[in-house]
Nanobody, 124 residues
Framework: VQLQASGGGLVQDGGSLRLSCVAS????????IGWFRQAPGKEREFVAA????????AHADSVKGRFTISRDNTKNTVYLQMNSLKPEDTAVYYC??????????????????WGQGTLVTVSS
């Protein structure tokens, strides 16, 4: 599975952005696509994940109610809609995949494939 993330940019506090992650290669119903982020000097942290097959999702508590993960199987794309952005959301955002996941993983070490990252900067 190859992943390409896009959609990052500079936005003001309270603004919105939508990130996209295009997956190429073989995806199956048990494929999980996750979004992670890493701010300077911090560890990579889980943001959200979705099962490719049935669309079941999970979101980190820090983004619940503000971010929404979704997928469009016809476009092989997973989206992360980010609303009410805060300066603390500033980070490089990565999408990742595990081809045959048992559940929606939150641990980045369980993902086998990674995209290149896209920078999101939220100004105050």
């Amino acid at each position: 599975v190859q992943l390409q993330a896009s959609g990052g940019g500079l936005v003001q506090d309270g603004g919105s952005l939508r990130l996209s992650c295009v997956a190429s290669g073989r995806t199956v119903s048990r494929t999980v696509i996750g979004w992670f982020r890493q701010a300077p000097g911090k560890e990579r942290e889980f943001v959200a994940a979705i099962f490719w097959g049935d669309g079941t999702t999970a979101h980190a508590d820090s983004v619940k109610g503000r971010f929404t993960i979704s997928r469009d199987n016809t476009k092989n794309t997973v989206y992360l809609q980010m609303n009410s952005l805060k300066p603390e959301d500033t980070a490089v955002y990565y999408c990742a995949a595990d081809a045959h996941a048992a559940r929606l993983y939150r641990n980045p070490s369980l993902y086998n494939y990674w995209g290149q990252g896209t920078l999101v900067t939220v100004s105050s």
